[in-house]
């Protein structure tokens, strides 16, 4: 009997990781974190974390910090430790909450609102630059493409098939 000397196929296939869609866009976000945590670190002595609060506070408006986590994409763990620091640099304030005084309630204080002012034309500008490599149509799509993503990856906890 003569043995076939073609190749079998590998049974476990190959990854190709710079090409396996979640770590390239874990490299883009990386990459594109580094250049707005540059600035506010450079600019305001702040680490992204506080930065993403200061903003979503700055947005919504007073929070309960389970919210702030929520509306952040950051464990509780992280945004306690980052509130601690912004209010220590009276950037925010931690009060009982109205309507349910078993939780707390975080807002900005006036500091946290300059520095806001400050910081989000800065950001834009960074996005703007980022953004310049796309033409119009191709930042709708992208746009539409993550609004997509973000939909369908949101609470999914995907199961093996």
Not at 53 to 59: A, Q
Not at 124 to 142: F, G, I, N, R
Request: hydrophobic share 45%.
């Amino acid at each position: 009997m003569v043995q076939d000397t073609e190749k079998l196929p590998d049974p476990v296939a190959k990854l190709q990781l710079d090409t396996f869609l979640p770590f390239e866009l874990a490299v883009i976000a990386n990459r594109i974190s580094q250049m707005i945590g540059n600035l506010i670190t450079l600019s305001f002595q702040l680490q992204v974390p506080d930065w993403r609060i200061l903003v979503t506070l700055d947005r919504y408006g007073p929070l309960p910090p389970n919210e702030v986590a929520d509306k952040t994409a950051m464990d509780k763990a992280r945004v306690s430790r980052a509130q601690r620091r912004l209010c220590d640099l009276k950037l925010i304030a931690i009060a009982d909450d109205p309507e349910d005084g078993r939780r707390k309630v975080l807002s900005l204080e006036t500091l946290g609102h300059e520095v806001c002012r400050q910081i989000i034309p800065q950001a834009l500008d960074k996005e703007t630059q980022l953004l310049e490599c796309l033409s119009a149509a191709e930042e709708v799509a992208l746009r539409a493409i993550l609004a997509k993503l973000h939909a369908h990856t949101e609470g999914v906890v995907f199961e093996d098939t």
